[in-house]
């Protein structure tokens, strides 16, 4: 296809919500530059041909950063404009100011490929990959890396010079800063648009939570915000998909993903390799990590040979497929290459294709990133939870009321009760009920934490409704949901039926069960706000959703002086812990209190890998079968938990539990259980302290757990996860 029906293929779209347009494609020159920077990259008299070439094709839209090549491959861009005489009112010309240094986290959201980021544009060329701030110190370069009001200023201004231009169209972030107050970031990225050094603002690779944090202060204190978040997306690594691409879309910010083909790998068969394949260990890691990943890319091949289309078309349609994406940013070593990805704006692939492509993915780590709360309500540091008491017709698995016998052993320690109106449609709130009055449970000691949102049946054995046709076909017309209509009908009749069932005035907190999408966050906040000014609960919380959606809800009670969560009921165990990537730190961010259910991953943890199954809930339970998905792994870990436990005279239970009281951030873990003995063995596992639902207190209260697992411990149970779905939202 010649230059000129290239060039009438192209097509512009804004980016995200702005003004400004740019190409279908964009053109990355992370490989112009030097080669002693690395071997692979395309040096300046070839550069300029590329993106002579690129610009002919109808791409306007360049991507480049200040530590690529250490500046020059923003000094080759800029000659290239000058040479070709590229008109700089059409142009999109992005660039980044430096990434500040990593840092390594233990969990299934990092990979240790973050060391390999750069921190500094180094003054030669083989200074790259500095690996923290004190050795950058030592060799000069104070204050010239992070996200400081002081070094944004100074690198856009040496861009500009390498760029010879007055201005670039958008100045990203190339990664977030753990070291920089996001006020100071935020506040330095507006007064740069202010003083014309930049038209707009974007950001590269974060955490949804941080973008959010970011995005947030920026609108709530009138500063410009980002129209733009280049990620880390393509067939082979999805998992952008699970927070921060609805967040885009929440906040109507532009997609423009790097690294559409995998640093190539889905751009050729999985057996063969190029030299840049051999030499970046981000390509290695990326692509050739997974079974899943040969399959895909296998699928690729099939798909390009039946329509007589390259490979690289296939990966980069897929891309273009998605409504979520912007633009996305295609890197080129030869020209070759280049006529025949730029064809990829012709593919359409059908929903059979992209089906076909979609399905061998797997969840993985996160590849691309570096790295009850505050409340005065004190908790104990094990809370029972009492799904387990009910009655038989909603399940054969329940305990009746011999579930008050196991509330007042409870009190060995345990003084924190949490159950929900759905729980066997209601009774486990009256067996609660009935314990507190039976036993007289002191009310101004006890917390009891409920729940709204599903429907409470009219009989036991209707159960799990989900879709709301089904619910109103059943004559639930607003029992159901977070609305403020449903809130008049629901969330607050819900609360009255909630308290005549437990024969209480007040809930200490009452928990939105799940995230309601039909409904308005103004809604539902307003709505939870009413119902603690109205006595009938003293706190709210929230349980099993997505960090964006938590971040969403938290910002907007805050920022109009509304109640604001104080805790989080998430799923979180050995055997479970997706939460690490951005609930933790969302959390963490506002001071909220974690309190995980199921820390025992519905009793697997409890009892040796040739007992998997073997009760009469794990065989029934829908939820058990989920961790079916990755048992392989989770034999592995079951298998370190039998072994501490043996070795250190305790159960499995203990050191499960253990383990989770380990977690920075984690307030109380909720157990369930249907034997009282298990009960008791739990409780063991804790002295009997109450503290503060949130991550502060817990360093006070650390030397109060029974069972202390060393680090080489921990490390030992924590080394055999592998990344996986999302289990327990909506």
């Not at 409904?519 to 119902?531: C, S, Y």
């Not at 697992?709 to 030992?716: A, C, F, G, K, S």
């Given at each position: 296809m010649s230059a000129e029906e290239n060039?009438?293929?192209?097509?512009?779209?804004?980016?995200?919500?702005?003004?400004?347009?740019?190409?279908?494609?964009?053109?990355?020159?992370?490989?112009?530059?030097?080669?002693?920077?690395?071997?692979?990259?395309?040096?300046?008299?070839?550069?300029?041909?590329?993106?002579?070439?690129?610009y002919d094709a109808g791409i306007q839209t360049f991507d480049t950063a200040n530590v690529y090549s250490n500046g020059e491959s923003e000094r080759i861009l800029g000659e290239a404009i000058r040479q070709l005489k590229l008109p700089r009112?059409?142009?999109?010309?992005?660039?980044?100011?430096?990434?500040?240094?990593?840092?390594?986290?233990?969990?299934?959201?990092?990979?240790?490929?973050?060391?390999?980021?750069?921190?500094?544009?180094?003054?030669?060329?083989?200074?790259?990959?500095?690996?923290?701030?004190?050795?950058?110190?030592?060799?000069?370069?104070?204050?010239?890396?992070?996200?400081?009001?002081?070094?944004?200023?100074?690198?856009?201004?040496?861009?500009?010079?390498?760029?010879?231009?007055?201005?670039?169209?958008?100045?990203?972030?190339?990664?977030?800063?753990?070291?920089?107050?996001?006020?100071?970031?935020?506040?330095a990225l507006h007064d740069v648009v202010k003083a014309g050094y930049a038209r707009y603002i974007g950001m590269s690779s974060c955490h949804a939570y941080q973008f959010h944090a970011m995005q947030n202060y920026a609108i709530n204190n009138k500063l410009t915000p980002f129209i733009s978040m280049q990620n880390h997306y393509n067939l082979l690594y999805r998992e952008e998909e699970r927070e921060m691409v609805p967040t885009l879309k929440m906040f109507g910010v532009g997609m423009i993903p790097w690294s559409p083909l995998s640093r190539g790998a889905l751009a050729r068969p999985f057996s063969e390799s190029t030299l840049r394949s051999q030499g970046d260990p981000m390509a290695a890691l990326m692509n050739k990590t997974r079974e899943s990943n040969k399959e895909i890319i296998t699928r690729v091949e099939q798909i390009a040979k039946a329509r007589n289309v390259s490979m690289?078309?296939?990966?980069?349609?897929?891309?273009?497929?998605?409504?979520?994406?912007?633009?996305?940013?295609?890197?080129?070593?030869?020209?070759?290459?280049?006529?025949?990805?730029?064809?990829?704006?012709?593919?359409?692939?059908?929903e059979e294709e992209i089906k076909q492509l979609e399905e061998p993915y797997g969840p993985r780590g996160i590849v691309g990133h570096i790295r009850l709360g505050n409340s005065g309500l004190k908790v104990s540091r094990i809370i029972l939870g009492l799904m387990s008491y009910g009655s038989k017709e909603w399940d054969e698995w329940l305990l009746g009321e011999e579930g008050i016998r196991h509330i007042k052993r409870a009190q060995l320690g345990i003084q924190t009760f949490d159950t929900a109106n759905i729980y066997s449609n209601g009774?486990?709130?009256?067996?609660?009920?009935?314990?507190?009055?039976?036993?007289?449970?002191?009310?101004?000691?006890?917390?009891?934490?409920?729940?709204?949102?599903?429907?409470?049946?009219?009989?036991?054995?209707?159960?799990?409704?989900?879709?709301?046709?089904?619910?109103e076909a059943r004559g639930y017309v607003n029992q159901s949901g977070l609305s403020r209509k449903i809130g008049s009908c629901h969330i607050f009749e819900s609360i009255k039926h909630s308290l005549e069932r437990l024969q209480l005035e007040y809930v200490d907190v009452l928990q939105c069960?799940?995230?309601?999408?039909?409904?308005?966050?103004?809604?539902?906040?307003?709505?939870?706000?009413?119902?603690?000014?109205?006595?009938?609960?003293?706190?709210?919380?929230?349980?099993?959703?997505?960090?964006?959606?938590?971040?969403?809800?938290?910002?907007?009670?805050?920022?109009?002086?509304?109640?604001?969560?104080?805790?989080?009921?998430?799923?979180?165990?050995?055997?479970?812990?997706?939460?690490?990537?951005e609930m933790v730190p969302t959390l963490k961010m506002f001071g909220v209190g974690m309190i995980p259910r199921s820390a025992l991953a519905r009793g697997i943890l409890t009892r040796p890998v040739s007992q998997y199954k073997t009760t009469a809930r794990s065989q029934n339970d829908p939820w058990a079968k989920n961790y079916d998905k990755t048992k392989e792994a989770n034999d592995k870990i079951v298998s370190s938990v039998e072994a501490i436990a043996k070795s250190k005279g305790?159960?499995?239970?203990?050191?499960?539990?253990?383990?989770?009281?380990?977690?920075?951030?984690?307030?109380?873990?909720?157990?369930?259980?249907?034997?009282?003995?298990?009960?008791?063995?739990?409780?063991?596992?804790?002295?009997?302290?109450?503290?503060?639902?949130?991550?502060?207190?817990?360093?006070?209260?650390?030397?109060?757990?029974?069972?202390?697992?060393?680090?080489?411990?921990?490390?030992?149970?924590?080394?055999?996860?592998?990344?996986?779905?999302?289990v327990g939202h909506a």
């Open positions: 060039k009438k293929n192209m097509t512009y779209v804004r980016l995200g919500n702005s003004g400004l347009k740019v190409s279908r494609l964009i053109l990355g020159l992370m490989s112009y530059g030097t080669k002693g920077w690395a071997p692979w990259v395309v040096e300046k008299e070839e550069a300029i041909k590329h993106i002579k070439t690129a009112d059409e142009i999109v010309v992005m660039t980044k100011v430096c990434t500040p240094f990593p840092r390594l986290l233990n969990s299934p959201g990092s990979t240790g490929l973050s060391q390999q980021l750069w921190g500094v544009v180094g003054r030669t060329p083989g200074e790259s990959y500095m690996r923290d701030p004190a050795a950058a110190d030592a060799y000069g370069y104070v204050n010239q890396y992070g996200l400081g009001r002081k070094h944004i200023f100074e690198s856009i201004k040496h861009s500009l010079e390498r760029l010879q231009l007055e201005y670039v169209d958008v100045l990203q972030c190339h990664r977030f800063d753990y070291d920089t107050p996001i006020e100071e970031t935020m506040q690289a078309q296939v990966g980069l349609a897929w891309v273009l497929s998605k409504d979520h994406t912007s633009a996305p940013i295609i890197g080129i070593t030869n020209l070759e290459n280049f006529q025949d990805t730029i064809g990829a704006l012709q593919v359409k692939l059908t009774e486990s709130e009256r067996i609660l009920g009935k314990a507190i009055k039976q036993l007289n449970l002191p009310r101004d000691e006890i917390v009891v934490i409920t729940k709204v949102y599903g429907v409470v049946a009219r009989t036991p054995a209707e159960r799990y409704m989900t879709r709301m046709a089904e619910v069960h799940r995230f309601d999408y039909n409904t308005p966050i103004e809604e539902t906040m307003q709505a939870l706000h009413d119902v603690v000014k109205a006595g009938y609960a003293r706190y709210i919380g929230m349980s099993s959703c997505y960090a964006y959606q938590f971040h969403a809800m938290q910002n907007y009670a805050i920022n109009n002086k509304l109640t604001p969560f104080i805790s989080m009921q998430n799923h979180y165990s050995l055997l479970y812990r997706e939460e690490e990537r305790i159960s499995m239970a203990q050191v499960a539990i253990a383990w989770c009281l380990s977690k920075d951030g984690m307030a109380a873990p909720i157990i369930g259980t249907t034997k009282l003995e298990n009960l008791e063995d739990i409780i063991g596992s804790c002295v009997p302290l109450v503290v503060h639902p949130g991550y502060v207190d817990i360093w006070l209260w650390a030397d109060g757990i029974h069972v202390k697992l060393t680090e080489d411990e921990i490390e030992r149970l924590g080394e055999p996860y592998i990344p996986q779905g999302i």
